[in-house]
Nanobody, 125 residues
Framework: QVQLVESGGGLVQPGGSLRLSCALSGFTLDYYSVGWFRQAPGKEREGVSC????????YHTDSAKGRFTIERDRAKNTVYLQMNNLTPEDTAVYYC??????????????????WGQGTQVTVSS
């Protein structure tokens, strides 16, 4: 069964950190690219940080640069998004997703076919 399951969201104060997890089943992490996306209320879903398994590159949006990091644990078949120095603007539902095409626009939501259910991140004092 093909499945992506996110966890690790919650309520955190501004300046705090969270580590989100994306556990893959039915996919072997070695062979797939994985992206992290988020959707805030009233806004479109946007790419945040994405890993390209084709060239082993990682892309971060401007808002994520210097604060977010993607980590891959091959033994656990899990991808993590380490988020530091969080601000209220980071409040959103966070999703992980996998594209199935060999060539795709990195971190463009429409290019990703398989999605997890999402995990809520709320940054508030």
């Amino acid at each position: 069964q093909v499945q992506l399951v996110e966890s690790g969201g919650g309520l955190v104060q501004p300046g705090g950190s969270l580590r989100l997890s994306c556990a893959l089943s039915g996919f072997t992490l070695d062979y797939y690219s994985v992206g992290w996306f988020r959707q805030a209320p009233g806004k479109e879903r946007e790419g945040v940080s994405c890993y390209n398994n084709g060239d082993f590159s990682t892309y971060h949006t401007d808002s994520a640069k210097g604060r977010f990091t993607i980590e891959r644990d091959r033994a656990k078949n899990t991808v993590y998004l380490q988020m530091n120095n969080l601000t209220p603007e980071d409040t959103a539902v966070y999703y992980c997703a996998i594209p199935m095409k060999l060539q795709f626009r990195l971190c463009a939501p429409s290019e990703y076919e398989y999605w997890g259910q999402g995990t809520q991140v709320t940054v508030s004092s």
